[in-house]
């Protein structure tokens, strides 16, 4: 089974403070996505990347940047928190190289910023 | 308007009835998704397809290209079924998925 895992369920983090979410899979698959989740909007992509060092800007990507050294590893940074930022964040991975394909989420982060 | 639009957005039902949640989109596709997502946020695949119809279990996904259609059916409820069921496609040329906001289903015993 494809398992893709987050560093935290729940974070509480002050205004201003730098963030790091960081998300893991274990299936060797090439793309990994950031995505944010708000009541009544869905789930919104933030930045996604099809190889190591390499990403791309979703379609919010303001207010945050990632980082993918290993193949496995794709972590998302808040520079600068604020409270617009209290969000559900999931992270996914899919195997088809370029291809959204069929996607496997992590179990999501719960990031309230105060 | 959104591009993905499901109906409806919050649904009740009890045990044991047939439930039929829509998805329209307004854009040529490669393919659709259907998704679960559990209270607590963990988000399952459930389906993905271009054509015609899947089943697995007692859910069934279908997809009309030519309509820009698609529904999911569930059979014979069960509480267990009650979470958030989310429609995402594929458009043509394009490396994104795009997500309808979910319909919310509660089923009841």
């Known amino acids: 089974d494809v398992k893709v895992t987050q560093s935290s369920r729940y974070l509480v983090k002050r205004t201003g403070e730098k963030v790091f979410l960081e998300c893991v899979q274990d299936?060797?698959?090439?793309?990994m996505f950031w995505y944010r989740q708000d009541p009544g909007l869905g789930l919104r992509l933030i930045y996604f990347s099809y190889d190591v060092k390499m990403k791309e800007k979703g379609d919010i990507p303001e207010g945050y940047s990632v980082s993918r050294e290993k193949k496995e590893r794709f972590s998302l940074i808040l520079e600068s928190a604020s409270t617009n930022q209290t969000s559900m964040y999931l992270c996914a991975s899919s195997l088809e190289y370029r291809s959204p394909g069929e996607q496997y989420f992590g179990p999501g982060t719960r990031l309230t910023v105060t | 308007k959104n591009e993905v639009e499901q109906s409806p957005q919050n649904l009740t039902a009890q045990e044991g009835e047939f439930i039929t949640i829509n998805c329209s989109y307004s854009?040529?596709?490669?393919?659709l998704h259907w998704l679960q997502q559990h209270p607590g946020g963990g988000i399952v695949s459930l389906f993905m397809l271009s054509s015609g119809k899947k089943k697995h279990g007692r859910l069934i996904a279908t997809i009309n290209i030519q309509e820009k259609h698609s529904s999911l059916h569930i059979t014979a409820s069960h509480p267990r079924d009650s979470a958030v069921y989310i429609c995402?496609?594929?458009?043509?040329?394009?490396?994104?998925?795009?997500f309808g906001t979910g319909t919310r289903l509660q089923v009841f015993p």
């Open positions: 995402a496609v594929i458009p043509y040329n394009t490396d994104k998925l795009i």
């Open positions: 854009v040529g596709i490669s393919a």
């Open positions: 299936m060797d698959h090439e793309n």
